[in-house]
């Protein structure tokens, strides 16, 4: 801060420099990790700017970030595949897109609480964020492995290579989250909405590639089993329960 003092202009034009170059693609992980560890965690951002621009330090940081992700969005909006602008999204499962739900009745969990005999309310939203949230957690948890196992196997199918990529079962505080903001004027129970809460992502090189693994998820209805604490195991059925297409990234629940 003293030197932000004495040549605070310098400063500046070296620190936002600094983040410019470092958040140009390709961004490479060790430049970030520099970033982050010496300049982004400093309290210079939060000193006032001499720029004019804005009031503070950390304006500028946030304007240098939105100009680079603009430049990136343009960059993936002049990528143009014809051949999956043609696919549509769809709903799989008997029902429409509010019927999608963890509770769906050929293959869902059901909350054991019905809403009318919580009375609603608080005590609703309780057992929503509360129990059946969890329940559906631990089950997500127990079924995370045999399902990132049966991906792996899927995806040595296809004619040609692909990246697998298994993602960590999603974080009870983001559950929520999304179960309160982006659910939260569905029906009870507003958890049910989360279809992705385990979740894998296959990379392919090409639109043909694509396609190909897209026939395959939709065509592999199966059973995937996890161990319990006993000697039994427990079997879940693992549908296609909708596919959506956006800005050419096909996304199957």
């Known amino acids: 801060m003293i ?8 400063v500046e034009e070296t620190v936002l420099r600094a983040v ?3 958040l140009s693609y390709p961004i490479k992980e060790e430049e970030w990790v520099w970033l982050r560890e010496n300049l982004l965690s400093t309290y210079l951002w939060f000193a006032r700017s001499s720029r004019g621009r804005y009031e503070y330090l950390w304006q500028e940081l946030l304007e240098v970030a939105r100009r680079k992700l603009a430049l990136l969005a343009e960059e993936a909006d002049a990528m143009r595949f014809p051949e999956l602008e043609e696919v549509e999204s769809r709903v799989l499962l008997l029902g429409d ?14 909350a054991g609480l019905e809403e009318e005999t919580l009375g609603g309310g608080d005590s609703a939203q309780f057992y929503d964020l509360n129990v059946y949230l969890n329940e559906l ?10 399902f990132q196992e049966h991906m792996r196997r899927l995806s040595s199918s296809l004619s040609s ?3 697998f990529l298994p993602g960590p079962p999603k974080s009870l505080a983001r ?12 029906r009870y129970p507003s958890s049910a909405h989360l279809l992705d809460v385990i979740r894998a992502t296959w990379v392919v090189k090409d639109e043909k590639s694509l ?6 998820l939709l065509s592999s209805q199966t059973h995937i089993t996890a161990p319990t604490s006993s000697s039994s195991s427990s079997s879940s059925y693992l549908p296609a329960c ?3 297409h956006r800005d050419q990234h096909q996304h199957l629940q």
Not at 3 to 10: D, L, N
Not at 175 to 186: E, F, I, L, P, W
Not at 211 to 216: G, K, R, Y
């Open 3 to 10: 030197v932000m003092e004495r040549k605070q202009k310098e």
């Open 20 to 22: 410019d170059e470092v």
């Open 97 to 110: 897109e509010d019927s999608m739900r963890q509770d769906h009745e050929l293959v869902g969990m059901r």
């Open 137 to 146: 957690l631990c089950i997500a948890r127990l079924l995370d492995q045999p």
């Open 161 to 163: 290579p692909v990246l």
């Open 175 to 186: 559950c929520r989250a999304k179960a309160q903001v982006d659910y939260r004027s569905m």
């Open 211 to 216: 396609l190909e693994a897209l026939d395959l």
């Open 242 to 244: 909708r596919h959506r």
